[in-house]
Each structure stands twice: as structure tokens, then as C-alpha cells.
T-cell receptor
């Protein structure tokens, strides 16, 4: 099976702009989670989508949003970009059935730089 | 109560050595504990995972030891190789939080030839 894919791999944006990142999960996986990775804060959970519904949300401002499509592909959007949003954004997919934990597999990430 | 504490922050060993990375958690509701390996420029890759009903799990050269009463778990890498040089993250999750993982701070491992 193909792994988790993320596009684009690199992005440079200007403060105040918005950005959309895309994630395609492993075939058959219905859960997609997004994480932000920075040197200072490490890996932090943003949100999880399962069957097109947000199931979990981390402690990030409302500028960070996402959605999931019927084919399980997911997009993440960040509006009004700030310099501190520069990070590696990682997507992870899993089977994701409720009331169970399944292995999560990460994509290569999108490196976002805000100038 | 959601934190996972990882140590050491960095670790240097010689080829063939057995690096040990430790993690401690607070939330007793956590019931799944994976370890991830990350190389520069790559996403984290799942190495091995354990559930609290067992005290040890081995997969190849990687072993997880789990101490439920102490709320601690550790990763041992047997016969370490230079190719094992990477950043290792422990994590924890609980069934009621779906796929949400809480990560430790990471350990940068260097294995010298």
C-alpha cells in the first residue's frame, strides 16, 4: 500500500496570508490527524477527522481549521499567518475506529515558512 | 495530566552499545504507548508499540519495557548501529481520545562507528 502523502512539501508564505495543506491517508484508513512540529514545542496535536467529522481538537487558535472529504483525504487551513506558524505540519492516518487505538502512520510533512 | 516526559534529551553511544530512552506519563487513562523514529527531513516512523497488559515487547533490535505501577516505559536498542542515529519520540494515547497522540520531547540519538 502507498503511504501517507502530503502536498506541497514546502511552502513559503508572507505574514497575514492564508495557506491550505493537503493530506491523502493510507488506503482504507478513515482517520486523519494533524500535528505541528517545532523545535521549541515539539510535536503538538492539532485535530483529528474521522468520517468527515472533527473528532478531536488540540489547543490551537481558531485560525487553524481542517476538513475531511468523503474519500478520507484531508485539508488543513491556516488563516492570517503569523511568524510563529513556521513549522513542519505532519499528517497521520489510522483505521481510527472509536474506542480503540490503532497504529498511526505519518506522512513526510509540509515545511511551512512564514516571512 | 496529559504530559509525557522523555529523557535524556540527547544520547551518544558507540556502535554495538545499548541506548536506553525513558518516558514517564501522568494520566493513568493512557492505554497505548508507541515509539517513533524520525530522520531529518522525514516524518516520524512507527517503530514499536505496547499496551499496559504486557511488561515487555521485542521487535527485532528494539525492546519496550513497561512499568505500569511506576507509570514509566523505556526503549532499548540492542546492538546499535550508526544507521540508528535519529530522533526518537515516545507517545501515549487513550481509547476515548481516538487517534490523538501525546508526544514526549524527543531524544536525539547518535551512534558513533
Amino acid at each position: 500500500k502507498a503511504g501517507v502523502t502530503q502536498t506541497p512539501r514546502y511552502l513559503i508564505k508572507t505574514r497575514g496570508q492564508q495557506v491550505t495543506l493537503s493530506c491523502s491517508p493510507i488506503s482504507g484508513h478513515r482517520s486523519v490527524s494533524w500535528y505541528q512540529q517545532t523545535p521549541g514545542q515539539g510535536l503538538q496535536f492539532l485535530f483529528e477527522y474521522f468520517s468527515e467529522t472533527q473528532r478531536n481538537k488540540g489547543n490551537f487558535p481558531g485560525r487553524f481549521s481542517g476538513r475531511q472529504f468523503s474519500n478520507s483525504r484531508s485539508e488543513m487551513n491556516v488563516s492570517t499567518l503569523e511568524l510563529g506558524d513556521s513549522a513542519l505540519y505532519l499528517c497521520a492516518s489510522s483505521l481510527g475506529h472509536r474506542d480503540s487505538n490503532y497504529e498511526q502512520y505519518f506522512g513526510p510533512g509540509t515545511r511551512l515558512t512564514v516571512t | 495530566q496529559q504530559q509525557v516526559k522523555q529523557s535524556p534529551q540527547s544520547l551518544i553511544v558507540q556502535k554495538g552499545g545499548i541506548p536506553i530512552i525513558n518516558c514517564a506519563y501522568e494520566n493513568t487513562a493512557f492505554d497505548y504507548f508507541p515509539w517513533y523514529q524520525q530522520f531529518p527531513g522525514k516524518g516520524p516512523a512507527l517503530l514499536i508499540a505496547i499496551r499496559p497488559d504486557v511488561s515487555e515487547k521485542k521487535e527485532g533490535r528494539f525492546t519496550i519495557s513497561f512499568n505500569k505501577s511506576a507509570k514509566q516505559f523505556s526503549l532499548h536498542i540492542m546492538d546499535s548501529q550508526p544507521g540508528d542515529s535519529a530522533t526518537y519520540f515516545c507517545a501515549a494515547s487513550k481509547k476515548t481520545s481516538g487517534s490523538r497522540l501525546t508526544f514526549g520531547e524527543g531524544t536525539q540519538l547518535t551512534v558513533n562507528p
